[in-house]
């Protein structure tokens, strides 16, 4: 049996394991999640990512060694690292539909468990199209670079995501029951089923990460890609963004309460993605062309893994220094924001009917 086959067997059983161990036991019984118990499981999901990679380099008779070990970390810190930005929105969004602390992490669950499906698909996709079509990198490339510009140059102020589009649109196609945000996602009543906002908020959740995987899986190819080759490994690119999003929950909750505070994150993820779109496309060089007469012609780049992870590992420690060293006063409205200003709602009891 080829040893890839058993990896991802391995991989697998890992996390089959540890979300039937966190759903069926640790939270059977909806309740907050309390900064502590996020930090926990924020360690174990590092612990684990670090061990997977740390086994993939001592695989080297097996086809990995500590080359793709690099790229399987450094494809998990740049993953990582732009789920940051990911969390608030999700804070944005439960704040929003009012959805009580103790109902966000099964609403997060299940979004994360429908993310490792839908990156499945853009990672296979997105690697399909580079093997077929190289010029697909000049275009990866330029959407890294245009996704960063766009975050930099982005104001600060705050979606309505109760008002958008994907809401809108579903109270017209669903029945809702807007005053019921939990603890299932449908309801039945007088005979008829009916969705509740937590189920709102699981639709919002899936379409923002298909919105930042956008980014965050081409940048990831790039890392994990052989710049010689321009092999990318499927295996190193879908495990390194499945353990990072499979902490994204932890995360969340160890942070929320903090998460403003890193005022120059945004600037540090900018110019991560920056950096890893015009290694991508100096992966491939840039093609003989002529300007007022003069030849130019950009031969093919080959940056080694350890000096890409440097840089990004380098990018965001800077990042946390300046924010730590330069604070901003957190406004006490933003901190309610994150913690989730609806833990006050009063959602309607559930019927003895309720499934989901």
């Given at each position: 049996m080829d040893f890839h086959v058993v990896m991802w067997i391995v991989f697998g059983a890992i996390i089959a394991v540890v979300l039937a161990l966190d759903l069926f036991v640790l939270h059977k019984d909806p309740h907050a999640v309390k900064i502590r118990e996020a930090l926990i499981w924020?360690?174990?999901?590092?612990?684990?990512?670090?061990?997977?990679?740390?086994?993939?380099?001592?695989?080297?008779?097996?086809?990995?060694?500590?080359?793709?070990?690099?790229?399987?970390?450094?494809?998990?810190?740049?993953?990582?690292?732009l789920s940051v930005d990911n969390l608030f929105v999700f804070a944005v969004i439960f704040?929003?539909?009012?959805?009580?602390?103790?109902?966000?992490?099964?609403?997060?669950?299940?979004?994360?468990?429908?993310?490792?499906?839908?990156?499945?698909?853009?990672?296979?996709?997105?690697?399909?199209?580079?093997?077929?079509?190289?010029?697909?990198?000049?275009?990866?490339?330029?959407?890294?670079?245009?996704?960063?510009?766009?975050?930099?140059?982005?104001?600060?102020?705050?979606?309505?995501?109760?008002?958008g589009i994907v809401v809108r649109l579903a109270s017209k196609l669903l029945p809702l029951r807007?005053?019921?945000?939990?603890?299932?996602?449908?309801?039945?009543?007088?005979?008829?089923?009916?969705?509740?906002?937590?189920?709102?908020?699981?639709?919002?959740?899936?379409?923002?990460?298909?919105?930042?995987?956008?980014?965050?899986?081409?940048?990831?190819?790039?890392?994990?890609?052989?710049?010689?080759?321009?092999?990318?490994?499927?295996?190193?690119?879908?495990?390194?963004?499945?353990?990072?999003?499979?902490?994204?929950?932890?995360?969340?909750?160890?942070?929320?309460?903090?998460?403003a505070a890193f005022r120059f994150l945004k600037y540090g993820l900018s110019i991560i993605l920056i950096f890893v779109g015009v290694k991508m496309i100096l992966t491939m060089g840039v093609p003989e062309f002529s300007v007022g007469g003069t030849t130019i012609h950009v031969p093919p780049f080959h940056m080694p893994i350890a000096v890409s992870l440097s840089v990004i590992g380098g990018v965001l420690a800077l990042c946390v220094v300046l924010s730590l060293a330069i604070p901003r006063k957190v406004e006490k409205q933003e901190e309610k924001l994150l913690e989730g200003s609806a833990d006050k709602a009063e959602p309607k009891p559930p019927e003895p009917e309720d499934a989901g």
């Open positions: 924020s360690g174990i999901w590092v612990t684990l990512s670090l061990a997977f990679g740390g086994a993939l380099a001592l695989l080297g008779d097996h086809g990995f060694g500590p080359d793709l070990a690099l790229r399987f970390v450094a494809g998990y810190v740049i993953e990582w690292a704040a929003a539909l009012k959805i009580p602390r103790e109902y966000q992490h099964k609403l997060l669950f299940w979004g994360v468990f429908g993310a490792l499906i839908l990156r499945a698909v853009f990672i296979f996709a997105g690697i399909t199209l580079i093997e077929t079509f190289d010029w697909m990198l000049y275009i990866f490339g330029a959407i890294l670079i245009f996704s960063a510009l766009k975050m930099l140059f982005s104001n600060e102020e705050e979606s309505a995501p109760e008002k807007p005053l019921n945000v939990g603890p299932n996602f449908t309801v039945r009543e007088d005979g008829k089923r009916y969705f509740t906002m937590l189920f709102i908020g699981l639709i919002l959740v899936e379409v923002t990460d298909v919105i930042f995987a956008l980014d965050s899986v081409p940048a990831v190819i790039s890392v994990a890609m052989d710049p010689e080759t321009r092999e990318v490994d499927t295996f190193i690119v879908y495990t390194s963004n499945a353990f990072a999003i499979l902490g994204l929950r932890s995360l969340y909750f160890a942070l929320a309460g903090i998460m």
